[in-house]
Structures are given as C-alpha cells and as structure tokens.
C-alpha cells in the first residue's frame, strides 16, 4: 500500500519506518524542515532501539522519504496514519487535541480520491467521530474519506519492536471499509497470528487510556508497597516475586522505583481520571487519582532515601551523580522524567549535581540545562559524595562496581529503582541503599 504517516516524532518516525518494513511505500509529513532533511539523509533525531537501522535501509531504498508538503502525501497515500502530539491541556487534565484536527483541516481539503484516514494519537472519547465530520466536510470526496482509531501501545524504548510485533491490534471502525482497510494495512502482522479487536470507535479510544492507567495503577500500588516495606522493614523485592508467581497478576511493570513518567503514562492517567469524573464515575476517579497521588510522591520518597543514606551529614554542598535521565531505559525520552525531577529536587537542597545517561544527555540537556552533564560512566564519578542510580539502563546493571571504586570521595550509592544485584555491590565495597529493601 502507498502510505502517509502525519506527525514524525517518538510516534510517528518508528510507525513510518516500520510500515517500510512491512513492505509499504512511505511517505512522512512533518512541518520541521530541518528533521525532514535528517530523516531523508537516513539520520534518525530521536533514538530507540533498532530505529536507526530501519531508517537507513528504508530511506537508501526509497521506500521510505519524508516531506514538509502534506499535498504531496495526499496525493500519494490511499491511507494516512496521525501520529501528531496530543500532550496535556492547560487544564492539566485531558489532551489537547488541536495538533489531530490540525492534521485534518490541512489534509483533507487535498483528498480528491477515497482513502482512509486512521487516527494513532491517544485521544479524549469521541473524537473519532467528530474527526470524520470535519474531513469528510472539508474533502473533496466527502463521505469517501474513511476514518478509523487505531490506538497504538508502544513502549518507548521498544517501539519498533512493538510496532511490528505487536500484543494486540485494535481498529474503532463504523465501516466495512474502514475495517478492510486496516486488515489490508497490518496483513503482515495479523498473518503472524496477531490478534484485531475490531470494536466501535467509543471503545478504542478509551481502550488506550485504560491500558495505560492499568499500568500506572500497577506501578503505584508496588510503589505504595514499598513504602510499607520501608516502614515495617521488609523487602519489596521478595513480594515481588510472590505476587509474580501467582497468573492473575503477574511480576511485569511491577518494579519498585521512583515512579512511571514520559510522554504517555502521566498524561493518560490524568486524562482518563477527568474522564471517569466527567462520565459521573466518581469512585472509578477516586480510586485512579489515588494512583496519581503515590506517584506525584516517589520524588520525596527518593529524598528521604538519599537523606538516610548520608546519616546525618548534610546535603547542601555535597557532590551528588545521577545516573538516569531519560524517563526510562531504551529512550532518549526525557519528558516528565523521574530521574531529572529527582535532580532538580537534590539541587534545591544544595547538591552540586552531575547527570550521566547512555542516550539522553542531548536532550535533557535543552530542557534542564541548569545540570553538569556526561556521557562517560566512570568520569561521571569522580569526587562524587553520593550516587543515585534513578533510570535503569542496562549499563548500570552491567558495570563492574569493583573498578569504580576510588572514584567516589564515598563508594556509597542509592538505588532508586532496586534494579541492582546487591551483593556485588556490597562485596566490592559499597554502601548500598534501595527503596523497600532492609539494608544486608
């Protein structure tokens, strides 16, 4: 199929190239000059595993290109993915939708031949089907324009393996049409065994929403049972593994940290919240704002950690290094990234910070530029007093606690995200702290 993807940034780049894999003709439209050059030069200006590589080949076959004009791709594509922005409104809580019907009332006064338009962005109920009065009011072909919601769930970090390789399709149709052209678009994925829930446009939009605050709610709840571990002296790790082991449940998304962040799960949970409240389903708010409020609180958590851990001595003047600044492993995503606001939080107390992260140095960068930063792990130690370990990239896993020692002023480290084996640790030297787990 001759495809469109609207909108290229940590959704709409991945979408469009592995689109190109399956073995689509690709066309990207973004309004950003300069990223429309890198992209065609097979530069890829955000990072995520495997990405890079999808780029290139696609880009030097010419299966893939990417363009400022959408009327080049509506005169191209027979469909048009959105993948536009849809970030939190002023309100704070529910989406700002003017990027999805920006989209629209750019591309379909172009379409003079039947496509169908199929919508990506995470969007507030009942946008599907104002979505489809506006471009089938301003398209040429009127009510020939289809439009479908085809919600995605991709974890930064493994997007393009979650596009390509997906748990679940879901595809809010009110056509025929609508529907074959979205078993035409993903034949390659359903072939595999894939499963399409083909539902009404209502439930594909809230079905984002709900799977993310699902996800949220998981994450809170260990969190909220970490802090009864550090109150009672247990260890949050071992009930992990015994809440994992039963299927109702299940260890994944369940580790304890200093809370979820990035671009989709703050704002989804928000979002779904004003709408349990806005569909009168108060108790279903409550319950889910409650998740919120854990969350809003890892940061004090993590404070209170870090205070323990210098035992009296003060945290003003103190050299502290933060490892993690991306909002998770795999990205270079920094948006609402708990490492940063753990950063900033030390820094307000006085600490001299310096950040290291494998990706995420470049764009954290920009948007906290008030931090020393590094790109180089060992150096990112020297003289430090303290090191908080606040994303859980594999490197930090990986690295051999026994050759950092001696960089530190105090080999003395907080785990913010009980990623770390402790007894290496330990057994090299250090002081090591984690969240929910007693001190061995």
Request: glycine fraction near 10%; hydrophobic fraction near 40%; include cysteine.
């Amino acid at each position: 199929m001759r495809v469109s993807v609207i909108g290229c940034g940590h959704l709409g780049i991945p979408h469009a190239a592995a689109m190109a894999e399956l073995g689509h003709e690709v066309i990207g439209v973004d309004v950003d000059q300069a990223k429309v050059d890198r992209l065609n030069a097979g530069e890829c200006p955000i990072y995520e595993t495997g990405l890079p590589e999808l780029l290139v080949r696609h880009t030097a076959s010419g299966r893939l290109r990417f363009t400022t004009d959408i009327r080049e791709a509506a005169a191209f594509a027979e469909l048009h993915f959105i993948g536009v922005g849809t970030p939190i409104d002023a309100d704070g809580r529910s989406y700002d939708t003017g990027q999805v019907y920006g989209a629209i009332r750019q591309l379909a006064p172009h379409l003079d031949q039947p496509c169908t338009i199929v919508g990506k962005s995470t969007v507030t109920v009942g946008t599907t089907t104002r979505v489809t009065a506006l471009a089938q009011r301003l398209a040429p072909v009127g009510e020939a324009v289809e439009v479908v919601w085809n919600p995605e769930f991709l974890r930064e970090g493994h997007a393009v393996e979650d596009t390509l390789r997906p748990d679940r399709l879901i595809a809010g149709v009110t056509t025929a049409a609508g529907e074959k052209a979205i078993r035409a678009v993903y034949a390659p994925i359903l072939d595999a065994g894939v499963p399409l829930f083909v539902t009404d446009p209502a439930t594909a939009e809230l079905a984002k929403g709900a799977a993310n605050t699902f996800l949220g709610l998981k994450i809170s709840y260990i969190n909220a049972v970490a802090d009864m571990c550090e109150a009672a002296g247990g260890d949050v790790s071992q009930i992990v593994d015994i809440l994992g082991i039963d299927p109702r449940i299940g260890s994944g998304g369940m580790r304890p940290g200093i809370g979820y962040g990035g671009g989709c799960l703050p704002k989804d949970v928000r979002a779904f919240t004003a709408s349990a409240r806005q569909l009168g389903a108060d108790r279903a708010a409550t319950l889910l704002r409650a998740a919120e409020e854990v969350n809003e609180s890892r940061t004090d958590v993590a404070m209170d950690l870090v205070s323990r851990a210098l035992t009296g001595r003060p945290l003003k003047g103190a050299r502290v290094t933060v490892w993690g600044a991306a909002f998770k492993p795999g990205t270079n995503d920094v948006r609402e990234s708990p490492a940063l606001a753990l950063a900033h939080a030390l820094q307000q107390a006085g600490a001299i910070v310096t950040v290291h992260d494998p990706q995420a140095v470049a764009t954290a960068v920009i948007r906290n530029p008030e931090f020393d930063y590094t790109d180089d792990l060992p150096s990112s130690l020297d003289g430090a007093d303290l090191v908080v370990l606040a994303t859980e990239w594999p490197e930090y896993r990986q690295v051999d606690p026994t050759a950092l020692v001696g960089r530190p002023a105090t080999p003395l480290l907080v785990d913010c995200r009980t990623t770390l084996d402790p007894e290496p640790w330990r057994t090299a030297g250090w002081t090591l702290h984690q969240l929910g787990r007693p001190g061995k």
